[in-house]
């Protein structure tokens, strides 16, 4: 089974500033996706940002970006000019190849300082 | 599109009782998904259909849920009978290819069993 691990249940950040949400995930398939999902207190889940496993490229979307590291199985999401928007659960999420059930890890609680 | 709908948004019902919710996925997307979101146990998939046919229950906690898809639009989890510790917010989430396997996620029902 895959498992999918957030091991930063809370963090913050100074408005502006650049923050980093770790994500590391077990898998023994070489072809997946994985997903940042933000989760604000409205609790509308909504998609950050994709990664295909066989592309090599980081993906990136405005201010957020990722850092994907397949051999050691890191999914890390850099958000740069934090702003107070940002507040919110982040979820991060792994999805085989061969199927569509999502893996979700347990969440950071990202909170944005004026 | 409007989106994914959900209905209702809140429910309070008594131990014993009957809970139906429902959801009506994106027009055209073939793959449905019911979540339950809780602080003890984060996000859990529950069951998940492709084209109305369920695919995936082994996330249903016990034979008091059930879920059905009689068509492509509509989809309903019902629960019977309610119990406290179903009390929970309750996602559906829908998806097809084209969509690069991004799911779109309801805004969810908040269940609370007294």
């Known amino acids: 089974a895959q498992t999918v691990t957030q091991s930063q249940p809370e963090m913050s950040v100074q408005e502006a500033e650049t923050v980093t949400l770790s994500c590391t995930y077990d898998t023994s398939e070489s072809n997946y996706y994985l997903f940042w999902y933000k989760q604000p207190p409205s609790r509308q889940m909504i998609l950050v940002i994709r990664q295909e496993a066989y592309k090599q490229q980081n993906a990136t979307e405005n201010r957020f970006s990722v850092n994907f590291q397949k051999a050691a199985k890191s999914f890390s999401l850099k958000i740069s000019d934090s702003q107070l928007g940002d507040t919110a659960m982040y979820f991060c999420a792994f999805m085989s190849n061969t199927g569509n059930q999502f893996y979700f890890g347990t969440g950071t609680s990202l909170t944005v300082i004026p | 599109d409007a989106g994914v709908i959900q209905s209702p948004r809140h429910e309070v019902t008594e131990m014993g009782q009957e809970v139906t919710l429902r959801c009506k996925p994106i027009?055209?997307?073939?793959?449905l998904f019911w979540y339950r979101q809780t602080m003890m146990r984060g996000l859990e998939l529950l069951i998940y259909f492709n084209n109305n046919v369920p695919i995936d229950d082994s996330g249903m906690p016990e034979d008091r849920f059930s879920a059905k898809m009689p068509n492509a639009s509509f989809s309903t989890l019902k629960i019977q009978p309610s119990e406290p510790r179903d009390s929970a917010v309750y996602f559906c989430?829908?998806?097809?290819?084209?969509?690069?396997?991004?799911?779109?996620f309801g805004p969810g029902t908040r269940l609370t069993v007294l």
């Open positions: 989430a829908t998806s097809d290819w084209s969509s690069y396997n991004e799911q779109f």
């Open positions: 027009s055209g997307h073939d793959y």
